[in-house]
Every structure is written in C-alpha cells, then in structure tokens.
C-alpha cells in the first residue's frame, strides 16, 4: 500500500484515531501500526496526543475537539473554568484544561495542552453559576465587573421517572 493510500485510509477513520483502529484498517500488527504512526509523525502529516492516540492531518487539533477522545471510552466534558474561559465568560486563563468524567482523575499531558480530568460518579453534570446574573440590578449601580464574582458547583443531574 503506498504512503497516500495509507494516509488516506487512516484520515477517513476520522480526525483522531487508536493505534488499534489504525491496525485493523490497513490489516497490520499493532506495533507495524505504531511505527507507521510515529512516521507520520515526524514528517508532520499526524500528531500523537498520547499513548496510543493519534490525530492525522498537517495542523494540530484543538484541543477542546479531542476532550472526548482522551477519555475513551469514558463520557467528558470540558468543566468549570475551561468551560467559562472557552465562551469568554471569565478573563482568567486557566493553566490546564478541566474535564469532567467517568474515568479516573489524572492529568493527561498531549502535545497541545495538558487536561486535568476529575472523576465525577453516576449522573452528573458541571453547573458553573454566575452569581452576577442573579443580581443584575445591583451590578449596574455598584460598578461591580461584568466578569467578577462567579462560582463553580457540581450538581447530580435530575432524573425524572
């Protein structure tokens, strides 16, 4: 199979791929897999994210797109300040990217950002509250900051019978 052929079966898996897919799609051993992954790599046609993930393509993908691939095959979500900071909501940059999850708490260091993931049990979903929009009035007459004063809770999603 010829290096386009090879490049393009991996790029119509989609834009993050494991070394396993990449294995079973072009019919060779995991570490013929690896080795061929890590030649992309190093003529700037893929990306590693970490062990065993792998993004093809020239650019390196953003790193709120991969939040779901790096937790396989555990539901995330980006949370908190990542999430406020993503929509402009906050000024502050948060140092890692915060995700919220059914796996394990860990940091997971990518070639773009490393990701802070907290383990969150059963049903639950991030609620970052802007205490300023409860108090809208107040804010405009005492030159309070729009972007000052919030505050970040988890609670257990509803379930509804």
């Known amino acids: 199979m010829s290096r386009l052929a ?9 834009p993050t791929i494991t070394t396993g897919e990449a294995s079973t799609a072009l019919g060779i051993s995991l570490s013929s897999a690896s080795r061929l992954l890590s030649g992309l790599v190093r003529e700037g046609q893929a990306h590693r994210l970490r062990r065993g993930l792998w993004s093809v393509g020239r650019h390196a993908p953003d790193p709120f797109a991969v939040v779901t691939d790096l937790t396989r095959p555990f539901p995330s979500y980006v949370s908190c300040l990542s999430a406020l900071d993503h929509h402009g909501i906050i000024d502050q940059v948060p140092r890692d990217i915060e995700v919220a999850s059914l796996d394990r708490a860990r940091r997971i260091a990518t070639s773009g950002a490393t ?11 991030a609620s970052c509250t802007l205490t300023l929009a409860r108090r809208k009035r107040a804010r405009r007459h005492s030159g309070i900051p729009a ?4 505050r970040c809770r988890t609670a257990p999603r509803a379930h509804h019978g």
């Open 115 to 125: 990701f802070a993931a907290s383990r969150k049990t059963g049903m639950m979903t």
């Open 6 to 14: 090879t490049y393009s079966a991996l790029e119509r898996i989609g």
């Open 147 to 150: 972007r000052a004063n919030w």
